[in-house]
């Protein structure tokens, strides 16, 4: 093992998870539903909870490992999640009543998020999580950062996209988009941005204007 796949390793090891964020990502391992790291989950938690983030947005609800993450952070805050899967937020709910959440602070969508998205109010949410079909992560984050609040955070998980990003030899449209992402952010002027390598990568980006 080289020493990068032994810190990934040891990073996604470290972190202990609840008895019912456990269930909720052997769940969605069986679903064949990629959930998001522990090293990532982890991570967003440490965000919700620095950005005293009250106010969120999901898309890509899965079974709630993300969500379940993020109400870690911020148990007091609010979360908005789309998913076109019906069964997968039914699974979420489950999860989220498990973990203690009070159904209140829950509300999903069932729809294409490219649907929901335009409908929903900007300059709202404290952060916005991007996790569902990566063909539209583009299109995702330009929603992000127009619903994300001035100091708010937009966070894409899987940006290093299974290493194939990293990779110049990868030329593929899932690659070759979050390459474009990942450099056009970069450039920008309009965030404060970071790449981790905390998972499969987890692309930060904060909306300046505060
Ligand atoms: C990688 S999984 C999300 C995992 C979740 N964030 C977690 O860590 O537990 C992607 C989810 O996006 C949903 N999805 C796929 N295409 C979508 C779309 N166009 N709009 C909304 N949700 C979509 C899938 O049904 C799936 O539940």
Redesign the pocket.
């Known amino acids: 093992m080289s020493d990068n796949d032994l810190n990934w390793k040891y990073a996604d090891d470290v972190v202990t998870e609840s008895d019912a964020l456990s269930k ?1 990502r052997q769940q ?1 391992l069986e679903l064949g ?4 790291s522990p090293a990532t ?1 982890a991570q967003i938690a440490v965000i919700a909870a620095a950005t005293a983030a009250t106010n969120i947005v ?10 379940m993450w993020l109400f870690a952070g911020a148990p007091g805050a609010t979360l908005t999640s ?4 019906l069964d ?1 937020q039914l699974h979420a709910k489950a999860n989220f009543a498990e973990a203690g959440i009070p159904t209140n602070r829950v509300r999903l969508i069932p ?4 649907d ?1 998205l335009p409908r929903m109010n900007e300059n709202s949410y404290d952060i916005v ?1 991007i ?3 990566a063909a ?1 992560v583009i299109e995702y984050v330009e929603h992000g950062l127009r619903l994300a609040r001035p100091g708010g955070t937009v966070l894409v ?2 940006a290093l996209w299974r290493g194939r990003v990293a990779d110049p030899a990868k030329r593929d449209d899932l690659a070759t988009g979050f390459r474009t992402l990942i450099t056009e952010i970069a450039a920008s002027g309009a965030v404060v941005s970071a790449l981790s390598p905390a998972g499969d990568g987890l692309l930060q980006l904060t909306k300046r204007g505060v």
């Open positions: 909720a969605s539903i990629d959930p998001i989950g999901e898309i890509g609800t899965g079974v709630g490992v993300s969500g789309i998913d076109t899967e997968h729809g294409r998020a490219l929901v999580l996790d569902a079909d539209s998980p899987h």
